[in-house]
């Protein structure tokens, strides 16, 4: 089924870890975006890529980082891992005519 | 600032219609999406509304008024699997989404 698959679906990690978070997409497009989903929040953008070698800072981008080795991978990851980085991340690409977005279903991420 | 403003939570009953607003303030405007999103899942694409006007499908209609910068979504004939957050998100002028906190929708027999 094509689609945007996100892993791991959830983990703990202790604070001071290192953590990548991963994306996958086979529906080849160009763009991809990586977003924090809080309680009482609207769905805030990390980092994105318009395409396959850019990567762009979205409006929380501190803490981390991304890489676009290629169109379907979009690794998100965590240097060093805070309490305030407990979330749900959610991977998304977009269809370059439309720009409907397509969602993973997410990572929930808890940091100790 | 950019901002987006939709209510917290709605209530409604099963069967009947209800309207959830969104307003908004961007830098620019290219087109204004709806998502929804049950709960412990992913946002889903619902429609999208770049000219002034209603978009209907299905049972979900969509408005927008580019002057006013204001759009609704319409949910008629509701059923108890449309409990879930409805989003509203405007493209801006860099072609950024910038999201609502989301209206949770709450459908009670």
């Known amino acids: 089924i094509a689609g945007i698959t996100q892993a791991p679906t959830s983990q703990i990690l202790a604070a001071g870890r290192r953590m990548t978070l991963r994306c996958t997409q086979d529906?080849?497009?160009?763009?991809m975006y990586w977003y924090r989903q809080d309680l009482g929040l609207g769905l805030r953008l990390i980092h994105y890529s318009n395409t396959a070698g850019t990567t762009g800072k979205g409006e929380v981008p501190d803490g981390y980082s991304v890489s676009r080795a290629n169109t379907d991978d979009f690794p998100l990851t965590l240097a060093s891992a805070v309490p305030s980085q407990t979330s749900v991340y959610f991977c998304a690409s977009s269809d370059t005519y439309t720009g409907e977005l397509f969602f993973g279903e997410g990572s929930r991420l808890t940091v100790l | 600032g950019q901002n987006i403003d939709q209510p917290t939570e709605m209530t409604a009953t099963e069967g009947a219609i209800v309207q959830i607003n969104c307003t908004y303030q961007t830098s620019g405007f290219n087109g204004l999406f709806w998502y929804q999103q049950h709960a412990g899942e992913a946002p889903t694409f619902l429609s999208y509304?770049?000219l002034d006007g209603l978009e209907e499908k299905g049972r979900f209609s969509s408005f927008l008024s580019r002057s006013k910068g204001y759009s609704y979504l319409l949910l008629k004939e509701l059923q108890m699997k449309d409990s879930a957050s409805y989003l509203c998100?405007?493209?801006?002028?860099?072609?950024?989404?910038?999201w609502g906190a989301g209206t949770k929708l709450i459908i009670k027999p």
């Open positions: 998100a405007v493209r801006d002028s860099n072609y950024q989404l910038i």
């Open positions: 509304n770049v």
């Open positions: 529906m080849r497009h160009n763009a």
